[in-house]
């Protein structure tokens, strides 16, 4: 496999700041065994029903 080809192992986390904003983030280990943070999105809730709008 070339580089651009491996697998690396991801985590994803949703952080819950209140019923009515949550954090979403992503990260990758890299081959120095350290997570990096890859992506971040807020999610805030606009309406009274459950539908969430994401903010990055």
Known sequence: MTTAERMAKQQDMIELKSDDHRVLTSHI??????WHEIRMANCRRLFTDSSFLMNS
Do not use: A
Not at 29 to 34: G, V
């Open 29 to 34: 280990l890299s081959d120095d065994n350290q």
